[in-house]
């Protein structure tokens, strides 16, 4: 792929007919990544001829390249806001406006980590809420661990929460394609929590080979974080390359979608039916306590545990998938809501949910919250095609753009 399509928006230049921006990226070598960061300001394109380009956005819409440099002595293969992974390292760059642009030095490197073992990382996500953050990485041999950042206002993810196989340990030679992805709103579903789930806990996906597995974090009775396992979606009739869990918990249920190797993207819908003999969790006050939390956390000293791992103590990490907790007698269930066909049944390589975000109306006409809700879906494979689709009012997907072929 040689080419990059954007939304046009308000860009200066006549726009194409498919209504997409088109410019080149300098890339020497196949492009194996590209991201915006939050603000959707900055995009990198990473490459497999070793290099991270940065492009920003002018006043009038248009890209132009602000720094490119080598990032690694191997091929790069995935980034995520700004930061990159080869084949055995991950490193997180940071921006330096001092550095003149296209100076090679804009970028620089403020934390690297190497895999406990000899084994590469094969994926990795982020959650923030509020000026919490946790990471997650997945390696080759199915390895999956849990960091947050040894002091509060550093992003030095030294200090590991948890570690599991949740697979199994995979030997070489067999590899499944793991994958995983962050459920990134800052609670779970209202219907969630009332089912008894912990407002406070850490969930995500992870796919490997036609399955995927929903994890949860949370703290144990001893005061651990640990994973457990929630829920088990397989018999996937193709084989997974990305998955992608939709922003937001505005839904009574959860979305995720499933980039597939014969040409589809699937979308699966979790939801948390109630038990007659279970009495709901008491919402209010579940919502109360997590703020309570969150706004004492800054009276923590400096040297305290932070983010979700704030409070343990004696931890130690583990290579199984530990006993659940009390709540994971939530019954949760799944079905498959929408299968989405990529022209010519290619196999689709990236799939990931938009960021729609609205403002939630309080008294007065103020707006209490920013609520990301993810209702369009962007994928693309090789067709070399960028498809939407967008959730309809009757919960249906249906296409409503698409680039052409790069």
């Not at 921006?95 to 084994?119: H, L, M, T």
């Not at 299968?339 to 049944?345: I, T």
Request: charged residues 20%; aromatic residues 10%.
């Amino acid at each position: 792929m040689y080419q990059s399509a954007l939304p046009l928006g308000n860009a200066s230049h006549s726009p194409s007919k498919t209504g997409f921006q088109e410019f080149h990226h300098g890339a020497t070598d196949l492009v194996s990544a590209a991201e915006f960061n939050s603000s959707g300001t900055h995009l990198a394109v990473c490459s497999a001829d070793h290099s991270i380009r940065v492009f920003t956005q002018d006043q009038k819409h248009d890209w132009t390249l602000l720094d490119q440099w080598r990032g690694h002595d191997a091929e790069i293969l995935d980034a995520s806001s700004l930061t990159s992974r080869p084949l055995a390292w991950f490193k997180l760059w940071r921006e330096d406006p001092s550095q003149a642009p296209k100076s090679g030095r804009r970028f620089r490197c403020i934390f690297s980590q190497s895999p406990s073992s000899n084994v590469s990382y094969v994926s990795f996500d982020f959650k923030t809420v509020r000026h919490e953050v946790c990471m997650a990485m997945v390696q080759r041999d199915g390895l999956l661990a849990l960091f947050e950042p040894s002091e509060p206002d550093s992003l030095t993810f030294e200090k590991e929460l948890d570690s599991v196989y949740p697979f199994g340990q995979q030997s070489r030679g067999s590899e499944p394609t793991f994958k995983l992805s962050f459920h990134h709103a800052v609670t779970p579903s209202y219907e969630a929590i009332r089912a008894g789930v912990d407002p406070r806990s850490v969930t995500l996906a992870l796919s490997a080979a036609n399955a995927i597995k929903i994890l949860r974090a949370t703290r144990s009775e001893d005061g651990n974080c640990r994973f457990y396992q929630v829920l088990l979606i397989e018999g996937i009739a193709s084989a997974i390359n990305d998955v992608s869990w939709a922003p937001g918990s505005i839904r009574p249920y959860n979305l995720i979608a499933a980039a597939c190797n014969d040409g589809c993207v699937r979308v699966f819908q979790v939801t948390t039916p109630q038990r007659a003999n279970v009495q709901p969790r008491n919402m209010s006050s579940d919502l109360r306590h997590v703020t309570r939390d969150r706004r004492s956390s800054s009276k923590i000293d400096r040297h305290a545990p932070s983010g979700i791992g704030a409070g343990l103590a004696g931890f130690s990490g583990a290579e199984a998938m530990h006993e659940p907790g009390g709540e994971s007698h939530v019954e949760h269930s799944w079905k498959e809501a929408a299968v989405l066909h990529h022209e010519g049944a290619m196999p689709v390589w990236r799939v990931r949910w938009t960021h729609d975000g609205k403002y939630l109306p309080g008294p007065f006409g103020l707006a209490l919250a920013y609520e990301s809700s993810g209702s369009s879906i962007a994928s693309t494979g090789d067709s070399g095609r960028l498809q939407l689709w967008k959730q309809s009012l009757d919960g249906h997907f249906v296409a409503f753009a698409e680039t052409g072929p790069v």
